[in-house]
């Protein structure tokens, strides 16, 4: 009933700049918590940032000061934008969506993730 689909990703060398975007569609009521991990080679998925619907954000340590995440509620999007990437931010990112579905009540969805890969 909910799709979520990323895009952005891509090769970028060390300290440049991309910005994924993520949106749910299908039968959405409302999104809560939309949020952004990744799972760099050979390693668990980890969180990178959250944002709540009001707008409050969390972000993991390792991303603070470089990572700005943002969302549009009226197009159920959230953004990423990563600045000073550096070889370690190689990973998969994939977005995760807290959504009420009509009839359903709060359920998570992922997408299906995109590359990143910061390399010279």
């Known amino acids: 009933q909910v799709q979520v689909v990323e895009s952005g990703g891509g090769l970028v060398q060390p300290g440049g700049s991309l910005k994924l975007s993520c949106t749910a569609s299908g039968r959405i009521f409302t999104i809560n918590t939309m949020g952004w991990y990744r799972q760099p080679p050979g390693k668990e998925r980890e969180l990178v940032a959250t944002i709540i619907s009001g707008g409050s954000t969390n972000y993991a340590d390792f991303v603070k000061d470089r990572f700005t995440i943002s969302r549009d509620n009226a197009k159920n999007t959230v953004y990423l934008q990563m600045n000073t990437l550096k070889p370690e931010d190689t990973a998969v990112y994939y977005c995760?969506?807290?959504?009420?579905?009509?009839?359903?009540?709060?359920?998570?969805?992922w997408g299906q993730g995109t590359q990143v890969t910061v390399s010279s």
């Open positions: 995760k969506a807290a959504v009420l579905v009509y009839g359903l009540g709060y359920n998570d969805y």
